[in-house]
């Protein structure tokens, strides 16, 4: 009995370790299935527990909230849908179509992590959540918030910023007594709708000293009240207005808020913090377009680009200084380190940050590094255009090691240039030469033994009015930019310029149209320093030098003259500058440029389009010419040709006479240039 129960004890011990085994497997099987339930791949806790963490750890220091190499942005679902500049990064329930997969799993060129590949459980975590649909928790919410990863969309050129302005008709006044104008209309409505009762009129004194505060920041005088409140006819309140606009002061107090908002300084913002007193041509500048009631978009267009709209107003000296004075807009940029172009970078940036807060309401200066994260604006579209300004020369104001400021704009038309550094450097010679004969005979009478002290005071002097004459210089000049060498932006990555990147073309911002600089092809033209005389009769030959491995030209058909009296191949019309020409067949033009003076019924000259070869063609450069003669002693004012796309270099065009000798020559210039005239 006893063994029988000692065996027995035995036998349920064993029992009880059997039951106790099996119940804890089986609770911890019960507790995996529970998990399992709860973290299905379409559940949050899947999520949060394996496909956060993997995106955090692996892959959000590049393509994360701080940063989106490839414009592609891996923290939210709407910007992985979105996805970069390879295209979306998922096919939610489609790993195998899903550009993320393939990535990890190393399919293909494109492989990610490039540190290394993420662990098989990691693969299938990833390939199970897109499986299920890529679910995000809270991804309603976060979708509508998503920060925008990469490429503009629809949604983003619809925003209400965005639109043009549409008119809004003033609503009808209920009280015939109170609105004075449309906007009091509009003032009245809200009132009514909030139930608010407007205050009563003020008196006029109030109404003159509110008024004249508000246009010009100042108090009116005794005078100006005494007049006003003399006046009972019911136009003396728009007489005050008048007056008031009229006033130097209402530029004054209203270029203030200008000047603030495009932060005018009259020192250079580097270290040293340069005086610059040219800046304050532009804060004058400024001033008068407020007092000249300027358009707006003339006003932009003058500060962004002014320099190059001065070049056809050479004939009024004023408006040539006027528009040269108004990049002082851009000149004003902040300046960084100790060097003309040190951080040229960041003073671009600084004009950028300015262009988009002031002039567009946006900000894109954060696309300097990446894509901007809210606004629908890209790094293309910083560096496209980032090249409007790299391609800008900007002046130097000078700083603590290296004083002497250079690079500012001459305010006198270009011909006036040359006579004022005439004048200058007369007066510089004249001055070392009195300067030199005061050194020669203070050495002598130092020889001698005898006193100096006349030469010393008159050596002095000049030496003073010599450094006084350089700091003045020439001429007068303009804290203003010009144009540079021109050139397209390649992107800097992270926004370091020693990290380059694709080149983007001259552009303005996507979401705002995208329109790049004009064709590269088109006319250009040259006048001569001196007109030249062509005589009836003789062969000329009219030439470029053409930089293609090789020049097209094919005689065109006859055609005939619009009334049918005439036959041309090569027809340039009597008025310099144009002739019909969807006739020709030819990629290069070169054409004369003819004074006439036939009035309304100008001649037809006739020329003939031959490829002449003035330099043995090595498949690099030649001349391509065209011959002509004119039927009546003419003056040739100047050439132009038809720039094809792709044809670099500079451009000379040249006259030859029937021997084939040179008679006259110019230089063609790059009408692009920046491109800031496009821009602005």
Known sequence: ??????????????????????????????????????????SDTFFENHVRPILAQHCWECHGPKKAESSLSLDSRAAILVGGDSGPAIVPGK?????????????????????????????????????????????AITETLAIRAGRITDADREFWSLQPLNPQEAPKSRSSNWAWNSIDSFLESRQQTAGVTPNPDCSREKLLRRVTLDLTGLLPTIEELDSFLADESSTAFETVVERLLASTAYGERWGRHWLDLVRYADTSGVTSDHPVPQAALYRDYVINSFNQDKPYDQFLREQLAGDLLAAKQVDSPEVYSALVTATGYTAISRRFGFEPNDDQHLTIQDTLDNIGQVMLGLSIGCARCHDHKFDPITAKDYYGLYGFFASTQYPYAGAEYDPKPHGFHPLPVPAEVARHQQVFDAKLAELEHQIAETVA????????????????????????????????????????????????????????????????????????????????????????DQPVQLLPD??????????????????????????????????????????????????????????????????????????????QSDGRAYELGTVFTVSEPTVLLGLRYWKSSGEGGRHTGRLWDSAGQPIAEVRFTDDQGSGRLALA
Not at 462 to 485: C, I, N, S
């Open 1 to 42: 009995m006893q063994r029988i129960g000692c065996f027995h004890t035995q036998q349920v011990s064993a029992a009880m370790k059997l039951c106790l085994t099996t119940s804890v497997i089986a609770c911890c099987c019960l507790q995996m299935l529970s998990l399992r339930a709860e973290a299905t791949p379409d």
């Open 95 to 139: 790993p195998a179509e899903s550009l993320l997969i393939r990535a990890i799993k190393h399919v293909g060129d494109l492989q990610m992590p490039p540190e290394g590949q993420l662990s098989p459980t990691e693969i299938v975590a990833l390939s199970d959540w897109v499986t299920a649909g890529a679910p995000w928790p809270g991804s």
């Open 441 to 528: 005979v203070k050495k002598q009478l130092d020889s001698a033994k005898l006193p100096t002290k006349d030469q010393d005071e008159q050596l002095a002097t000049l030496e003073h009015k010599r450094t006084m004459l350089r700091d003045a210089g020439a001429f007068p000049v303009a804290y203003a930019v010009q144009d540079g060498t021109p050139q397209n932006a390649r992107v800097q990555r992270r926004g370091e310029p020693n990290k380059l990147g694709d080149e983007v073309p001259r552009r303005f911002l996507e979401v705002l149209g995208g329109e790049t600089l004009p064709p590269e092809h088109g006319w250009r033209a040259a006048t001569f």
């Open 538 to 615: 003789v062969e000329y030959t009219i030439s470029v030098n053409i930089n293609s491995t090789y020049a097209s030209s094919r005689d065109t058909d006859l055609a005939p003259f619009p009334d049918g009296s005439a036959t041309y191949r090569r027809g340039v019309f009597g008025n310099p500058g144009h002739f019909p020409a969807e006739r020709y067949q030819t990629s290069y033009f070169i054409d004369p440029v003819l004074q006439t003076t036939g009035g309304p019924q100008q001649q037809w000259l006739y020329a003939e389009q031959k490829p002449i070869h003035l330099k």
